[in-house]
């Protein structure tokens, strides 16, 4: 045996994933987002819920674990070249997920959040059509729009809360969202663009070295946390006003006092953008869907 063969490490020979780190690879943390943004479609369409919290419960499970978490897994896979220098500890990198079975994972998981889409009727299966597809187009090749600051968040804000929003009020009304919904589920996706450039920070080093052009890569850490909070505090505002338009002023108050929760937390982000990004994540949003659905109470009361 020479010298070599004792230094080297031995090779990986896991054939099936780790248990642990399969759920690691599908990211519970992340399901949230999309599950309280189907949650606040049902409760903003106005429809009583009396007789279908089966289908309010389905499409909070299809929203998260299922087809947010299919989305982390083809991420995850997609990424895995980046992940090898950001977070080498990662399911895939680490092996743990061995050979091609993130990509399996992603496939199968893709194929479940069809088939259960599919059991929200026609609303809910063309939204999870347009969930899946938009999952692929961020992370895989040779779409890929994660390549881009401005149009891979602004896919993911759409995708974790407008369609969730749209799709829950859609299912359970068994027709098209009022287009009050529409437009406050497309200010808090957007105003959610800014919440994805801050999640990008983690990610820095490994997307300047590999060509992902983020927010934070493009415009540096400083800009790009100021110009997220604008986005996401410009959204709010506008929702604040129309809910005042709609004579709704508690329901807007309430938005208010949570967007000026959130203007404190991002004085304290922006001294040190880089560091403090995942502290601002784990605060202002929860800040963020709190106004959410205050603004969900609040179309569903609209006009009564």
């Known amino acids: 045996m020479s010298a070599t063969d004792v230094l080297s490490p031995a090779p990986d020979l896991r054939r099936w994933p780790e248990p642990k780190a399969a759920l690691r690879l599908i990211k519970p943390i992340t399901w949230f987002p999309p599950m309280w943004a189907y949650l606040c479609g049902t409760v903003s369409s106005g429809t009583p819920l009396s007789g279908k919290w089966g289908l309010v419960l389905l499409g909070i499970v299809l929203a998260g674990p299922i087809v947010c978490g299919m989305s982390q897994a083809a991420n ?47 609303w809910g299966f063309a939204a999870t059509v347009a969930g899946v597809l938009a999952a692929w187009a961020y992370s895989a090749e040779p779409v890929r729009l994660k390549r881009s600051g401005w149009w891979g968040p602004g896919l993911c804000g759409l995708s974790y809360e407008t369609l969730p929003w749209l799709t829950g009020a859609a299912v359970v009304s068994a027709g098209a969202p009022r287009i009050e919904v529409v437009v406050v589920a497309v200010l808090y996706g957007i105003g959610a663009h800014g919440i ?28 790009a946390a100021r110009l997220a909070c604008w986005v996401m ?26 967007l000026a929760a959130q203007v404190a937390a991002m004085r304290v982000l922006l001294r040190d953008p880089k560091a403090k990004a995942p502290w601002y994540n784990g605060t202002g949003i929860v800040l963020y869907i709190s106004g959410m659905m205050m603004a969900a109470f609040a179309l569903r009361h609209l006009g009564v």
């Open 196 to 223: 994805m450039t801050l999640n990008d920070f983690k990610a820095l080093e490994g997307d300047r070295q590999t060509g992902v052009n983020s927010l934070p890569v493009t415009l540096g850490p400083a800009r």
């Open 233 to 258: 505090a410009l959204p709010q505002a506008a929702v604040i006003g129309l809910l005042t338009v709609w004579d709704k002023p508690m329901h807007a108050l309430g938005v208010a006092v949570m």
């Open 76 to 122: 995850d896979w997609c990424d895995r070249h980046v992940d090898a220098i950001n977070e080498p500890d990662r399911p895939i990198p680490s092996g743990r997920i061995p050979g091609r079975w993130g990509l399996w994972i992603a496939l199968a998981m893709t194929a479940l959040s069809l088939a259960v889409g599919w059991l929200l009727g026609p």
